[in-house]
Every structure is written in structure tokens, then in C-alpha cells.
């Protein structure tokens, strides 16, 4: 069974800095692209970030470009999210998830169950 | 950047059919998938490759998707498919995953 588990979130200033993991379980980690999407409290989906299976491709959105850093950890079935300069509108529950089917036509087919990130004074 | 457009609520009664749009410029020429996320949960894929279905979502569900406009479809809606629902393509000209806003559909 497919399980992704995230863990780091809580309670930051603006300014501040919080890194997210994901321990992966039940596949290949090594075999498959990895993706961090957040969602601010009522609001819809967003993508931040996604790297490739071998590190090789990391894409971000403008949103975090320059602030945030994705990078994973085959060895330890791990992926990571650093995120520098927090922000209020950085608020959201982060979730974990395994790209399917390439980059550039993919699509997410396991999420976790997410962690949430709040950032204020 | 690429921008999809979802209507942000559709009612539809038990048993009925719910079409739930996402529009965008020349989507027909991208690669859509739809998820559906229920109140304090993880999304879940339900569509992908734009009428695709993972195992285990009922044959109810169906998607489409030419021009400027995809489309989900839920035959005989129940009462447990009220749920948000995303699209989402890959943008090449701004190398990013897209999401459309969300349509919240409500079984009446």
C-alpha cells in the first residue's frame, strides 16, 4: 500500500524558515517524481514544486521561486521541502504527492494526508 | 501564465447527471486531470489523461475534452459524490502545474 507521510509543519514567523519531510512507503520511491502541493485554509489547490525521479528536473511556481528548495532522498525514501522567508499567504496544509505519467502531461495518483503550515506573529 | 477556469458551484439532484466544465485557451491540446476532495481530506484522482479512470472510480465518471473546454461528467450522482473538484494540466510556457479554482458540487 501506497503511504506517504508528511511531518514538520507548524506554527512560524513571517520571516522564518520550516522544513517539511515525506517519508514514502509501499513503492519505488527512487522510480517516481515527487510533488509538493499546498492549500490555503478554504481556498483551492496550488502547486508549489516538483522534482524528478533521480533529482535531474525541479520545477517550482513563481509563487515560492528563489524561497523554497525541493530535494529528495532515495536512500531514505525522502522528500523534503525547505521553505525560507515565510509569508502570511504561505499559510496552507502542504501535501506530498506521486507524479504519474511523466513532467509535462502528469498527474498526481497518491497524496498524503498533509501537514499545515501557518505563518504569523 | 496558463489560467483554467472552473464555475465554482453545481447542483444537481440524486440520480442525475452533473457536468462540471474547465476551461482554458486550446486545453483540447493538453493533457487534463480531475480530482475530487471531500471536506478534510486529500484529493483523490478520479480522471486522468482526460477520460482515463484509476481503478476503483465508478464507470459513473467520465471526462472530455476539446477546444477551449474539458469536462466532468458524473452519471447518477449519489449522494457521496458532493465534493470539490479540480483540474489540472501542465503549463509549457511557464514549465508549472496548473490547477483550476475548484467547482463545489452539491447533490440536492
Known amino acids: 500500500e501506497v503511504q506517504l507521510v508528511e511531518s514538520g509543519g507548524g506554527l512560524v514567523k513571517p520571516g522564518g524558515s520550516l522544513r517539511l519531510s515525506c517519508a514514502a512507503s509501499?513503492?519505488?520511491?527512487?522510480?517516481?517524481?515527487m510533488n509538493w502541493v499546498r492549500q490555503a485554509p478554504g481556498k483551492g489547490l496550488e502547486w508549489v514544486s516538483s522534482?524528478?525521479?533521480?533529482?535531474?528536473?525541479?520545477y517550482y511556481a513563481d509563487s515560492v521561486k528563489g524561497r523554497f528548495t525541493i530535494s529528495r532522498d532515495n536512500a531514505k525514501n525522502s522528500l523534503y521541502l525547505q521553505m525560507n522567508s515565510l509569508r502570511a499567504e504561505d499559510t496552507a496544509v502542504y501535501y506530498c504527492?506521486?507524479?504519474?505519467?511523466?513532467?509535462?502531461?502528469?498527474?498526481?495518483?497518491?497524496w498524503g494526508q498533509g501537514t499545515l503550515v501557518t505563518v504569523s506573529s | 501564465s496558463y489560467v483554467l477556469t472552473q464555475p465554482p458551484s453545481v447542483s444537481v439532484a440524486p440520480g442525475k447527471t452533473a457536468r462540471i466544465t474547465c476551461g482554458g485557451n486550446?486545453?483540447?491540446?493538453?493533457?487534463v486531470h480531475w480530482y475530487q476532495q471531500k471536506p478534510g481530506q486529500a484529493p483523490v484522482l478520479v480522471i486522468y489523461?482526460?477520460?482515463d479512470r484509476p481503478s476503483g472510480i465508478p464507470e459513473r465518471f467520465s471526462g472530455s475534452n476539446s477546444g477551449n473546454t474539458a469536462t466532468l461528467t458524473i452519471s447518477r450522482v449519489e449522494a457521496g459524490d458532493e465534493a470539490d473538484y479540480y483540474c489540472?494540466?501542465?503549463?509549457?510556457?511557464?514549465?508549472?502545474?496548473?490547477f483550476g479554482g475548484g467547482t463545489k458540487l452539491t447533490v440536492l
Open positions: 509501499g513503492f519505488t520511491f527512487s522510480s517516481y517524481s
Open positions: 486550446n486545453i483540447g491540446s493538453k493533457s
Open positions: 489540472q494540466v501542465w503549463d509549457s510556457s511557464s514549465d508549472s502545474w496548473v
Open positions: 522534482i524528478s525521479s533521480s533529482s535531474s528536473y525541479i
Open positions: 504527492a506521486r507524479g504519474k505519467g511523466g513532467q509535462t502531461s502528469g498527474y498526481i495518483d497518491y
Open positions: 489523461y482526460d477520460s
